[in-house]
Every structure is written in C-alpha cells, then in structure tokens.
C-alpha cells in the first residue's frame, strides 16, 4: 500500500478583481485590533528574553515592632521567584507575482520578464502582515486558556462571577469589582481597570442618563448620550480604566481585570521583529516567480501576585 504523508500546501493567494480602467483607489482589507495593550502601557516588558527569565518577588510581614535598644531580629522575609517562559512564533507566506501580471499594478512590475512584485502591494501587504500579528498579540495577553486572567486566576486572584453586561447592570458589576480590590492597592498610580470594550461600551451608554443608573436623562454633565468623545478618559470610582481589545474574546465581552501594571509581565526578544517582516524575491535563488514574506518573533507572560488583582470572569 502507497504510504501517505502529511503535506503542508504553499499559501493560497486568490486574487478576485473588477477592473475599471485606471486602479483609482488603494488596496484594503479588513479591520483588525491591535496590540493596544502593549502599545498604551497596560504591561511591563521585559526586553532580550532569549528563552527563560526570572521575575523575582518579594513579600514581609510582621516587621514592625515597639523600639528597644537591642537589635531584635522579627518579621518574615518571602523571597522567591517566577519563570517567564518566551516562544517561538512565526509568519511564512509565499506569493507568486503572476496574478498581478493581468491586475492593477501591472506596470510597476516592469516590462522585464523577470517581475519585481508591485511595490504598492507589497508595502500594503507588509501593513496587512504586521496589523494581524498586532490582533494575534492582543488576544493571546487576555486569552481564557493562557492569559493573563487565568494566569492571575491560577495564582489566587479574587473571582467575581461574570454576568451579562449591559449599560444598565454595569455600574453595580464595576462597584462589585471595586469592592473586591485588596486595600493595599487602592490609589496605587498604577494600578488600571482593565475592560473589555463590550464593557467600556456599555459603561458609556450608562452615563448617558436617560434613567439608568441614577443619572436621570441628562446623563453625565448634563450632556446626555453626547457626553464621550473618543480619547475621553474613562474612570469608575477614581481608578483609570483600560479598553483592551483582548478581553472581548473572554465570556462573550463580559470581562474585566482589576491590577497594576507592575503586575503584568509581557516577555520578548527584540521589540524590533515586531515591526520587522523581511522579503525574499525566490528569483535569483531559485528561478520561480515566488516572493516570500517572513517573521519572527517571540512572546511570552508571567504575572506578579495573583492576589493583588481582581478577576471578573468565568475562569
């Protein structure tokens, strides 16, 4: 019998065009998250992790005593550590210049026989590229398998059981979260309310009055539902919240972590391969008509204390 193997297919490229003469507009795809996380402070990184690093912490208790003029040696030190493990990611793609022959950016292709791929597709294409791994970062910080709500969780976090949010049951969720935050944290500069944007949505919406909440129809500033403008700071009993878009794909949107930066460890090698993608024209090395698009990563989270944190979720 003919042994049958696995075979990994080169990528698809389908091209489905409407031509109309000169190409009028510039290529566009479809809208992604992005990393916004990372990119608006809400974790500390840690640069030049090669494989594994240690975050150390450090806890006391009991170290305050009545003075005396001898030393008296009290109170308990806890020293100890957690690994931050980083993984190898990459994206390999490979396009053949053909289907652009008969396209829109036929001419900067040149009219060698030897096509270069149009510069105005690639430089698009490596936008398209460097967007969706921004989308695949974001969710793979708050993901409910590894994140960092299960990491938090797994690690003791205080749990509020998640429920349906909607602009009319959000405040008396936020005031629950709230509740649960240890004293020790409260008015810490960093300490965020992170929130999904089902959330933050719904919190908008409850400020905008009519009825809800106690605010009447005038909502917030007496300016109804006209209040927000988008970059308006969001805040839910003086503690600054944060939309990270990951957090959407936890318990349908109905998601919210409650901690300090501090608390939240993003590891990778070079900040630098997260804009980088390099491309390879296969002519020269192998004559076809191939030119390959490459990136290369790596990624990885730990978190603090558990316990200094509040987890509204299903986890």
Do not use: H
């Not at 080169?10 to 065009?17: D, E, K, P, R």
């Not at 105005?120 to 791994?133: A, P, R, T, Y």
């Not at 944060?242 to 090698?269: C, H, K, Q, R, W």
Request: charged content about 15%; some cysteine; glycine content about 8%.
């Amino acid at each position: 019998m003919r042994n049958l193997r696995n075979t990994k297919l080169s990528t698809v490229n389908n091209v489905s065009t409407s031509y109309a003469g000169e190409f009028a507009g510039n290529y566009i795809a479809a809208a992604v998250l992005s990393a916004n996380t990372i990119a608006n402070g809400g974790v500390t990184i840690r640069p030049n992790v090669k494989f594994k690093e240690v975050v150390k912490t450090l806890t006391t208790s009991n170290i305050i005593q009545d003075a005396s003029c001898d030393f008296d040696d009290s109170g308990v030190v806890t020293l100890s550590e957690k690994v931050l493990t980083v993984a190898e990611k990459q994206v390999n793609i490979q396009l053949c210049k053909t289907p652009f022959q008969s396209d829109w950016d036929a001419v900067q292709m040149g009219y060698s026989a030897f096509d270069v791929m149009p510069s105005s597709f690639s430089d698009f294409f490596i936008g398209k590229i460097l967007k969706d791994v921004a989308k695949s970062t974001e969710e793979f910080l708050w993901n409910s398998t590894n994140g960092f709500p299960k990491l938090l969780v797994d690690d003791g976090a205080q749990k509020v059981a998640t429920t349906s949010i909607t602009d009319l049951t959000v405040v008396p969720q936020l005031k629950l979260v709230v509740a649960a935050l240890p004293q020790a944290l409260y008015g810490k500069e960093d300490l965020r309310l992170f929130v999904s944007q089902k959330v933050a949505k719904a919190y908008i919406s409850s400020l905008g009055g009519f009825g809800a909440n106690g605010l009447g129809s005038n909502g917030f500033a007496n300016q109804g539902s006209t209040w927000y403008t988008n970059g308006t700071s969001l805040t839910y009993d003086g503690i600054q919240m944060f939309v990270a878009n990951g957090l959407n794909s936890i318990d349908s949107g109905n998601s919210m972590v409650l901690t300090t930066v501090e608390n939240l460890y993003f590891g990778t090698g070079l900040l630098d391969d997260y804009n980088l993608v390099k491309t390879i024209d296969m002519a020269d090395i192998d004559g076809s008509k191939n030119v390959r698009f490459i990136m290369r990563w790596t990624q990885g989270l730990q978190v603090g204390f558990g316990a200094d944190s509040v987890v509204f979720s299903s986890l």
